[in-house]
């Protein structure tokens, strides 16, 4: 029988092109245009979370261009795959945002789908925003064959008067317009600047909180996360990525090889040290699971406070992710952390990460702090217990005021995010109160919704040092001000929110990790008794599944 072997045994596609009975494969390749000496190398999936309803993404075309002539480069076949990116900023303060997190598990199926039917040899991953990084080092861990992340980068700040902004600021101006401290043309005017070009918000929300957790995990080349949208500097860490996976196929690294339990912990460090956002507590413990590791909140809580806080970035700060990138970005954190960490550890260009940092310049010791001089003994995350919250809730501690670290205030109860909103552009907060904003949880919501317009209604109404919030849902990355969320067991599962009355006097210190109300536990079970049978918001379609599968926010909101 003739032979028909166009590919070596060891790569995974050979299984796609070999032999007499893929024929009708090979056709299509030629019918694609594909020359028969092609067949041979390897193939290299290039998946592309390009979005034209995401400006996080909206450039992404571009960059796939980069990666796909640097595999070509290297000897490899690319083909561009697209899955889909929601942006959480056309989500927030409606139903849409339900939609948000669930969508994390979506695009790693997608990825994990395709990548396995197709027999992919290597991956290089393009994505830059909040579930879409996540996603993607979940889907890589998963799948493990070898793989490269580039996220998208930054976008540039906005500069308005000569003062640098980010994005969510805008939503802040709105209080101040509804106070009457900026008039409506003001307002307008801010509006057109705001969101400057392409990238991920310029501060350390959760989208680039999880790109800079991607380059200290060793899975995007150097300077990546810093790297702006758009800059040369990234086009050419896009173009050496496609180089590099084609090595990585040749050498079968693949990404259980680099990211250890020793590698994870080192990067959810860095990522704390640099004022991490509390959704970092639904990622990491869902990346360790496919990667077989373990990463519980709680574990994160006690990394965060034994991890200096280096550099204090919007909201937590002043400092942009421009500053944060120009003081020497992840590699300046590494190579701060280098007498207190393991650094010898093996990242996707073949080097350490102690060696990638040794070519770093540190250009700004007030962005960028050395251990000795950190803004904070503790990283940005804070994880709290007590009789509300008995598996755990979060803050982002870097955010909080000092006067606000402890806290004693009536709870004042809603049912939903828009309820509050609307309550507090009303004038009925009043100093000291406890917002509590539940059915907001991964179950209950569904989705497990952000809190950043009540948030943010809470700064621009002036209430951020005077008022807490606490809730069963998550948080923007922009959230500043004493706002607690993924409290566990959330409502739909009668965790002791549920049974929360307008006058509870709640108690919060962060200090202490304590969340508790001045309530008796008999009270508290009495209360919950009496409570009606949780039912399901969404009856049909992706959401219900979600919400009847997903795990408590504790446990990562995983898919069961």
């Not at 373990?294 to 006690?302: D, S």
């Not at 828009?418 to 949880?441: C, L, P, Q």
Request: proline letters at 4%; glycine letters at 10%.
């Amino acid at each position: 029988m003739e032979d028909f072997s166009y590919k070596d045994d060891r790569y995974r596609s050979s299984v796609v092109v070999n032999g007499i009975s893929m024929a009708g494969p090979r056709a299509h390749f030629r019918g694609m245009g594909l020359l028969n000496e092609e067949l041979s190398k390897p193939f290299i999936g290039v998946i592309n979370t390009h979005n034209e309803m995401h400006p996080g993404h909206v450039h992404l075309d571009k960059m796939a261009e980069q990666v796909k002539a640097g595999v070509l480069e290297a000897g490899g076949l690319p083909f561009e795959v697209n899955t889909i990116s929601i942006c959480d900023g056309f989500t927030q303060g409606h139903v849409g945002m339900c939609s948000v997190l669930p969508s994390r598990e979506v695009i790693a199926d997608s990825i994990e789908v395709y990548a396995n039917a197709h027999r992919l040899d290597g991956l290089v991953l393009l994505g830059g925003c909040d579930k879409i990084v996540p996603a993607m080092l979940m889907a890589m861990l998963r799948i493990n064959i070898p793989a490269i992340l580039v996220t998208g980068g930054p976008m540039m700040p906005a500069v308005y008067q000569g003062k640098s902004y980010a994005t969510y600021e805008l939503k802040e101006m709105a209080g101040k317009l509804a106070k009457g401290e900026i008039s409506k043309e003001e307002y307008e005017q801010m509006e057109g600047i705001m969101s400057p070009g392409p990238g991920s918000c310029a501060m350390m929300g959760t989208a680039n909180s999880m790109s800079v957790a991607a380059e200290a995990m060793g899975l995007t080349l150097p300077g990546c996360a810093g790297a702006h949208a758009v800059s040369g500097k990234k086009k050419r860490i896009a173009r050496q990525s496609g180089i590099e996976i084609v090595r990585l196929v040749e050498k079968q690294i693949c990404p259980r090889d680099i990211v250890s339990q020793e590698m994870l912990e080192l990067s959810a460090r860095v990522c704390v040290s640099v004022g991490g956002s509390t959704n970092i507590t639904l990622h990491y413990p869902a990346i360790a699971k496919e990667g077989k590791l373990h990463m519980t909140v709680k574990e994160l809580g006690l990394l965060s406070k034994t991890t200096p806080y280096l550099a204090k970035i919007k909201p937590s700060g002043i400092h942009t992710m421009l500053d944060f990138d120009e003081a020497g970005g992840v590699g300046a954190v590494l190579k701060a952390f280098s007498e207190m960490v393991n650094l010898d550890l093996i990242t996707v260009n073949g080097k350490t990460h102690r060696q990638n940092a040794e070519s770093v310049q540190v250009w700004n010791q007030e962005i960028i702090r050395p251990v000795i001089n950190a803004y904070a003994k503790e990283g940005s995350i804070a994880v709290l217990h007590g009789n509300l919250a008995p598996k755990g809730c979060v803050v982002k501690q870097s955010a909080v005021v000092a006067q606000m670290r402890n806290h004693r205030g009536p709870a004042r109860c809603f049912e939903c995010e828009e309820d509050a909103v609307t309550a507090i552009y009303s004038g009925m907060i009043k100093a000291g109160d406890v917002i509590v904003i539940r059915n907001e949880g991964p179950q209950g919501g569904p989705g497990m919704r952000e809190m950043l317009t009540a948030t943010a209604a809470l700064v621009g109404m002036g209430y951020s040092e005077t008022v807490a919030l606490i809730t069963d849902g998550r948080f923007s990355g922009a959230t500043r001000g004493p706002c607690i969320g993924h409290i566990s067991p959330e409502t739909s599962q009668r965790g002791p929110i549920a049974a929360l009355k307008d006058g509870d006097m709640i108690h919060i210190d962060i200090d202490e990790g304590i969340l508790s109300v001045e309530l008796s536990k008999k009270e508290i079970q009495e209360r919950l008794e009496r409570l009606p049978e949780f039912q399901y918001k969404v009856k049909e379609g992706y959401l219900y599944r979600y919400a009847r599968d997903v795990s408590s926010a504790d446990e990562g909101a995983i898919l069961k």
